[in-house]
């Protein structure tokens, strides 16, 4: 593996919106970006990294993400996909 290929990874940030019927991730911190969600508001949930070589901690392959985030600048999903979330301290 390269070194150009183990620098892919970018910051991502993990949201759900308050019904928890969605989830999305967006590279910006505070979801500005992402679509209204109706009436719900979206909930920052933690944040990872982003990259082909990473492994997602939500159990979503990071292709689509990458697909999504590149076409709109965010990625969003039902919840029911999301599995647990764990952050490091």
């Known amino acids: 593996m390269s070194e150009c290929e183990q620098d892919d990874a970018r910051k991502a940030f993990l949201f759900v919106n308050s019904a928890r019927t969605l989830s999305a991730v967006t590279l910006d911190r505070e979801g500005r970006n992402l679509p209204h969600p109706g009436i719900c508001r979206w909930n920052f949930r933690g944040e990872f ?34 599995q647990p979330f764990g952050t490091s301290q």
């Open 49 to 82: 990294p982003l990259g082909v070589q990473e492994v997602t901690p939500f159990g979503v392959d990071p292709e689509p993400i990458l697909r999504g985030v590149a076409a709109n600048g965010y990625f969003v999903w039902p919840v029911e996909n999301l």
